[in-house]
């Protein structure tokens, strides 16, 4: 299993190799780790510090002075046995996409290195999988990946929107977002997704199932059957969406686990609409702590979910890719490696891309678009990158743009505090009493 | 402001000369007169200012015909001037956290209180550290002039340096266009004053190793901003000629600082440079020397003239605190063994993930090596986020515990 720290390490790549992979996500409560890491570093970072299976391989990004020690701090007391360094830029010229395409290269013939390692000695995954990157049947799975995720990220984004519209809860999104990550490892999808020929196959459309019932729950246009291979899986997620398995902790959907009904278009509309900005929301819970509060969560900035999945890798096209580019002039030319790069390296700017005014802009653009009346914004303790995030913001957003903006830091559970809690409370009253004067639209 | 006012120079070098007098060293009064020189054509508008995150190569600066300015090691003058609050205050009220680090917070601040030149430009680095990009980013914001960023590969490799060098090249020409005043006119001399300096300076640390140090290693500590400031200059070489010369008079003359070494310290990351008590309790009272500080290493290869551009790329993927930690234990590793440290001390500044992030595999590392570490908690700028008593306690059973070790 790959567990990538960040979402600028594509997982197309190991998922092409038929090697289960996804993005590390943890619960509370963590195991103390001060012995190897200060006590001042971020929540996420610190999660990493635990003994991992002999057969994770761990993918750290360079995203981060946190990130950069617990790599080594990984390798130096042996806690997992494979950890390879993925160097992401920090910009997006077309040199940096060229240096990440040899990165991601490197990352692709390291993988597949290991995974024939541990091959030898366990069953990874099944032999029908490329042993070279030049090799085209790796072409052809890591093509067939990319348009996947090209697909599901589309799906995932119209979900999105209907956050945005006030038709679907925050904490449902980051939900589906969790259950998505966890059947493209092939965790939750049940043991036949793990290793198929072409990769992930139906791992891939139990996931557009579970988005399908979200959109289709929340009034959104439903695709027809033909948008997933077979109603059946419809019906199927149906009932998965009540119970929803994220690793070994088993919870329910918010639209149950409140006992309320999926909200109707009006429901979230009314309230405040808030959108949520942070470098990583560790967990769930504090969306949850806003909802209950009584806000209306219209986004969510951060690497889960939005960041993992509001972008499409350019020039592969996706499942359907009828839609857009011929099958042979999709496989002719395009080197996919560069359109992952291009994709990964330009998809909207998280806190640690230098993209000076790129930040700013993009939070105005969805403040504007889903009509957010003021914007939440969790920084994980110690998180240098979101304190400076936040500084910025709040100086191009909340004092010239006059958008109300509230600071909460965090740690795993705080989400649930009641004093998040009783933040949210007095945000809302406040955006509410300032929408009553007619100050905020 | 002072630094401002142009009579203030002319009446600072007319002072130098009675500084001699005063007990100034030679090498004292030249580094005086260095950063006045630099400082009088910064804030007197002489030559362009570009401000810069602490590791991209002043050369290239110099090059340009410009002066660096560095907010940080400014943080650091700041706080040794008293104006570190004021610094770090206007910063918080600019939504900064105080859990960032104190340089990057007052060196900002600085700014913002008008105590810092009009910077042309700026240029920052991807290393050593996430701080200084986003604090001079909101520098060039307020100052409304041109940002870049030069993005540092992790790891070396030949790619890896063309992709930096072809970065630092298109920097520099986007700067000769964009900044009236700068040209590559003066690149070449800058290199070739950067590889004389490195000369003096590489014999300024083979004396160093002299067994007593022959320099307080709390004066060496202050000049680390000198360090990272002013390679490329013209008057640099000079400087660690001065230097050299007075080390090695001390030597010649046995005349030196801690004449009574009972342990000899290896300085890991930088110092308070407020006022503080630490380096008297260390040298004097204890006759701990610190034979020498990490930030002093020259970890870069000689310059080559006809390509500067490369030489500075290699200049930047050679700085052992990029990339993974092997490589900064390797060249601690290298500075005990030179500089026979019996005791290695990292001063945790607080917020420096990167730095304070390797303490426990540094301990582990230099335990099996049989060198005693402490991770010394403190705040290089801001004196409220340091105790100098339980500081003090801390050293007072370290130097103990090198003492009995020495004992066996
Ligand atoms: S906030 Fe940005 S750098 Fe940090 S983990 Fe998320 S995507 Fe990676
Ligand atoms: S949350 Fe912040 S400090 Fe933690 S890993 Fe992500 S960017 Fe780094």
Redesign the pocket.
Known sequence: MVLT??SYIPLEIPLALGIPAKRAFFEAPLASCEACLPRD?????KAFIRQHSPEDVLAIAG?????RR?YDVLRHFGYAREVYFVDVPRTSSSDAVTFYAGILREFARYLIRVRDDMHTCSSVCSPGYATDIRDPLFRDHLLATARSLNSLRMELARMFKLLGDGCVSGREAVDVALRVNEILAGETAGEEHKGQLVPGEEAFRACQAIIESVVFRAGGSGRTSEGCENGKALEESQDECDEAHVGDKQFRSAGSATGRKCPGTGVLRRRARVGVSA??L?EPMLVESLEEAGLSVVFIDS?LPFRMFNFSVPGLGTCDSSSNRSDEDARGNADVFSSLALGYLRKPPC??VFAGYARIEHLKRLVASSGAQGLVYFA?K?????YYDFAELKQALGETGNLPMILIEGEYGSGRAGQTLTRAIAFKEMLEGRSSFGEIG | MLLRQKWAYAAASAALPFLSRLGWKEYQVAAVRCFMQDFAEAYLGRKPCIFTSAFVPTELVYGLGAVPFLPEAAGGLAASFGLAEASLSACESLWYSPDLCSFHRSGLGAFALGLAPKPSAVIVSSHLCDGGKRTLFDISRRANCPFYILDVPYVYSDGAARWLAGQIESVARALVREVPGTSLRNMTRAIENSNDALAEYQSVCRLRRNVPAPWRGSEALNYVVLFLWSWGSPWLPAFYRCLRNHLQAVVGAKKFPVPEERCRLLWLNLRPYYETRVFRYLEDECQASVAFEEYSFPYWPRFDAQDPFMSLARKMMSNFGWGPATQRLAAIDRMVDEYRASGVIQFAQRGC?QSNGAAAILSDVLRRKGIPFLNLDGDGVDARNASEAQTLTRLGAFLELLERKKGG
């Not at chain 1, 995203?63 to 990130?67: F, P």
């Open positions: 720290s960040c570093f971020c929540p996420y970072a995203s981060c002075d946190a990130m617990v470098t990583c560790l690497c806190p640690r994980p110690f998180c240098d990158l979101a | 993930r």
